[in-house]
């Protein structure tokens, strides 16, 4: 498997040394390290994210609750189509392509009362790793082409370093709708025995745990 940018890091991580992040301005806002944004992501379980959806989030402070961007990047990028009229009870979280420059894509989740968002790259899978067919978030099955290779800068220093976090997902970001089967993949799927809100609770623990990966 190629060797992403990330593992080649060398610099031991140091919570002292953390970036403070503003996540959300709002009366709840809390300032977020990178320390604590770690652990935030790396407790979470299946069962702590039953029931967990991201609430209806305005525009404006989804632009406000990106980790890995500049707040100039943050104020232009594209914001998902159809925000108006979302189906916030069917949306684990938020991922979209830009329409515009499909290199593109975001997710943002839902982070306690708050949303945090992650911007990603979509970039070439390498021939030899096309078998993987799986996405890592919702584990749904698809065709080679289905799924993205995406990588997202790590927040703070590390990003601005050129360190990333790659991952396999749906390519279009479509989980939520896969893991209610709203969105058929062609591939055939594995038999599973776990209903829905399990299925979404461990596709929400395994965003999580990219997440903690952005922001370590
Ligand atoms: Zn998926």
């Not at 002292?16 to 809390?30: H, K, Q, S």
Request: proline letters at 6%; a positive charge; hydrophobic letters at 35%.
């Amino acid at each position: 498997m190629a060797t992403t940018r990330s593992e080649r890091q060398d610099q031991p991580y140091n919570p002292c040394a953390g970036t403070i992040l503003r996540v959300v301005e709002a009366p709840r806002r809390r300032m977020l390290t990178r320390a604590d944004g770690q652990a935030y992501w790396r407790r979470r379980h299946v069962s702590e994210m039953k029931g967990k959806r991201v609430r209806p989030t305005p525009a404006e402070e989804i632009r406000k609750s990106f980790v890995n961007c500049s707040k100039g990047e943050a104020k232009k990028l594209t914001l998902p189509a159809g925000l108006d009229s979302q189906d916030w009870a069917a949306t684990d979280f938020l991922g979209w392509v830009d329409p515009r420059a499909v290199n593109n894509a975001y997710l943002v989740l839902p982070r306690g009362e708050e949303v945090v968002g992650v911007v990603l790259r979509a970039n070439n899978p390498p021939s030899s790793a096309l078998r993987s067919s799986t996405c890592a978030f919702c584990l749904t099955t698809h065709m080679q082409s289905d799924v993205g290779l995406f990588a997202a800068p790590k927040a703070g220093a590390a990003g601005r370093r050129g360190n990333t976090v790659g991952t396999y997902v749906c390519a279009d970001l479509a989980c939520s709708a896969y893991v209610r089967r709203k969105r058929r993949p062609s591939a055939p799927q594995p038999a599973e025995t776990i209903g829905d809100d399990e299925r979404i609770a461990r596709m929400l623990v395994n965003i999580n745990q990219f997440v903690a990966k952005v922001l370590s």
